[in-house]
């Protein structure tokens, strides 16, 4: 298990009922009414005649709401009277356990075989594990697609064959269940593409866009991407409905051009798209960068990056995009930055001034150069559209966008400092009398000692890409607000120098000869350079001020 404080599976069962409101109701209040689980959305399609659900919380208790919402559904759904536009073999069709803080994949494999395990023994129905739950298993039923041909309708005939023997329960058909598919994977994005358009020419398009081609011999052109073709009923439109297995490989942005290049090929309009279930931020904030980069685009605050990706996207064509709703860093709460970070001014100061070790002076550093490179950015921005200055606006856009992802990568770090500090004094307190005792505290000792040494490390070398910007708003900075610039530099020279004391105390600890060289020259550079450059910009001002 990781270390991190917050501990969060999530887990998104897929159920074969999108119609029945009764139904997809006391699925989703089986999962609700499980001690420490929290339902984040319910995605009821009625032509696929599908429901997705998505919940999180800690391995135990996903675990158990996943076996809660299956025992509801195995009472009320009958896969004999099934039908629907989506590929299925079972009432619980797929249900998938995914990391999302404080775990690891090998944390929800764990989740997905006592899930397997216990739903194969309780409900006596077949159960397949898939994707990293599946290692080990034979090539050729590793992967959804692969367990899932043939469908419900060739379960009978699949089962009685040595090769496609259940990893849990009965190796026998369950007429009203089906089978059901579980295993941890990577984080994905479900994503549709809606088109005025046939279900054959949305297919034609998932055919030649999806990873699997047509076959062996005609393979699509996305990475890592699963695709089908159908049409909504509901709504009277077609969909290249997709899976994004790794939104890092195939981002949202490329799905959605390839879609569009694709239909125009065939005259075919693109009405919009939309998001089943959800997404992570940062699939969000690429295809941000994506349109940011290619339109020339000046955009600072997360906020408006995910609002041009609802627009570019046209994700709420078919129901509102709600980003409070739909991504799931927002719906858990998860917060990049700490409790220190995150509260306020006054409780922050007053934990520095307790009686407590942490936070210490490296917390408060990385405060300090947060809010130089924060000022920075502020005098930027009040430079950045005047009027008076316009002809700047070039200079502006190339001086802010850097102050201000500063500010945001050193913020993390007044946290990351206290747990550092915390992480090494409780590894100096593990027990030492046997061998194996001793080489355990050693290894956690080590490890707490470099991140004590990591931290202000990247502080002083996140600080060293400010200069220059610095230097550009001290020669041509909004000259009302270039008082501010000057207590930035002086915020951020400080951080530097606090990070430098907080490298060379711990610095003294570590026995690695070569280590503590390769530190302190860098160390000593990047002092050097913050001594310079500091001094740089503050005559730069002065001199603009003498001038009147």
């Not at 135990?60 to 896969?79: F, H, T």
């Not at 006592?114 to 298993?137: D, I, K, Q, T, W």
């Amino acid at each position: 298990m990781s270390s991190s404080s917050a501990v969060i599976v999530e887990c998104v069962p897929n159920f074969s009922e999108g119609r029945r409101r009764d139904v997809i109701d006391a699925i989703a209040d089986a999962i609700r009414r499980t001690s420490g689980c929290q339902l984040l959305d319910v995605d009821a399609g009625h032509s696929t005649n599908r429901t997705v659900y998505t919940f999180v919380g800690p391995p135990g208790p996903v675990v158990e709401g996943a076996l809660n919402a299956a025992r509801a559904a195995s009472v009320a759904i009958d896969m004999r009277e099934h039908t629907g536009e989506h590929p299925r073999m079972g009432a619980l069709d797929v249900c998938p356990f995914v990391p999302v803080a404080g775990v690891t994949m090998d944390d929800c494999v764990r989740c997905s075989r006592e899930f397997g395990r216990r739903l194969g023994e309780e409900l006596h129905v077949p159960v397949f594990l898939y994707e990293a739950s599946a290692h080990g298993a034979a090539l050729h039923r590793r992967t959804l697609p692969q367990i899932r041909e043939g469908e419900y309708e060739q379960l009978p005939s699949k089962l009685k064959q040595e090769e496609w023997r259940p990893d849990y329960g009965p190796g026998e058909f369950v007429p009203r269940w089906g089978a059901t598919v579980t295993g941890a994977r990577s984080p994905l994005v479900a994503y549709n593409v809606n088109l005025l358009a046939t279900k054959q020419q949305a297919h034609r398009i998932a055919l030649n866009l999806r990873e699997q081609g047509r076959g062996p011999k005609a393979p699509g052109r996305l990475k890592a991407v699963k695709a089908i073709g159908w049409y909504l009923q509901e709504t009277d439109l077609a969909q290249v409905s997709m899976n994004l297995t790794d939104y890092k490989t195939t981002p949202l942005h490329v799905a959605f051009e390839e879609c569009c290049r694709e239909a125009s090929e065939l005259s075919l309009p693109v009405v919009g798209s939309e998001v089943v279930g959800l997404l992570p931020l940062e699939a969000v904030l690429m295809a941000a960068e994506h349109y940011i980069n290619k339109e020339s685009l000046f955009v600072l605050q997360e906020s408006q990056k995910v609002r041009l990706v609802v627009d570019r996207l046209r994700l709420s064509s078919v129901s509102e995009f709600k980003p409070e709703e739909k991504i799931i860093e927002y719906r858990v709460g998860s917060n990049k930055t700490g409790p220190l970070a995150s509260g306020s001014v006054r409780s922050f100061v007053e934990s520095l001034g307790s009686r407590t070790p942490a936070p210490g002076g490296g917390s408060a550093s990385a405060c300090v150069a947060s809010m130089g490179a924060a000022l920075g950015s502020m005098v930027g921005l009040l430079t950045y559209g005047n009027k008076k200055y316009e002809n700047l606006d070039g200079k502006m856009r190339a001086a802010i966008r850097p102050l201000h992802a500063a500010m945001h990568s050193l913020l993390p770090l007044i946290d990351r400092d206290t747990l550092a500090f915390e992480a090494y004094m409780s590894a100096l307190k593990l027990p030492h009398s046997t061998a194996e005792e001793k080489k355990r505290r050693s290894e956690a000792v080590l490890a707490g000692l470099q991140e004590a040494i990591a931290v202000p490390l990247e502080l002083m070398r996140v600080a060293s890409e400010c200069w220059p910007h610095l230097l550009v708003l001290g020669l041509h900075g909004n000259i009302t607000a270039i008082s501010d610039l000057q207590v930035g530099v002086l915020c951020l020279c400080a951080g530097v120098r606090g990070a430098a004391s907080n490298v060379f105390i711990n610095l003294k600890l570590a026995t690695d000869t070569a280590y503590v060289e390769s530190v302190t020259l860098e160390v000593d550079r990047l002092i050097a350079e913050c001594e310079e450059n500091s001094s740089r910009v503050l005559q730069v001002v002065k001199d603009r001020l003498s001038a009147g």
